[in-house]
């Protein structure tokens, strides 16, 4: 079994930046991909960021292009986003991901319980 567990959420005003990081527990984070999604009040949940096992592939959304960046510590267990130039729009509860790879919600096994971003105008 995996365990993931968010923080850095919180409150910012738009142009601010936060760090969320997740810490994984179980084997299975340094051998998966690891990515990030989101979920605005009344959207559905949303493709953030991915990462390889490895570092060597990425993926972002287009939303988020230029002002987040995922990054992970295998020795840490750890995964980061960066988010920086945040918006109104980033507003949403954002969840780790881990036991899979892509860009899909079906592709991974384990989520955290999420943490919430909040970005006033």
């Known amino acids: 079994q995996v365990q993931l567990v968010e923080s850095g959420g919180g409150l910012v005003q738009a142009g601010g930046s936060l760090r969320l990081s997740c810490a994984a527990s179980?084997?299975?984070?340094?051998?998966?991909?690891v990515g990030w999604f989101r979920q605005a009040p009344g959207k559905e949940r949303e493709f953030v960021a991915a990462?390889?096992?490895?570092?060597?592939?990425?993926y972002s959304a287009d939303s988020v292009k230029g002002r987040f960046t995922i990054s992970r510590d295998n020795a840490k267990n750890t995964v980061y986003l960066q988010m920086n130039s945040l918006k109104p729009e980033d507003t949403a509860v954002y969840y780790c991901v881990t036991g899979g790879w892509g860009t899909s919600i079906s592709q991974y096994d384990y989520w955290g319980q999420g943490t919430q971003v909040t970005v006033s105008s």
């Open positions: 179980g084997r299975t984070f340094s051998t998966s991909g």
């Open positions: 990462i390889s096992r490895s570092s060597v592939t990425i």
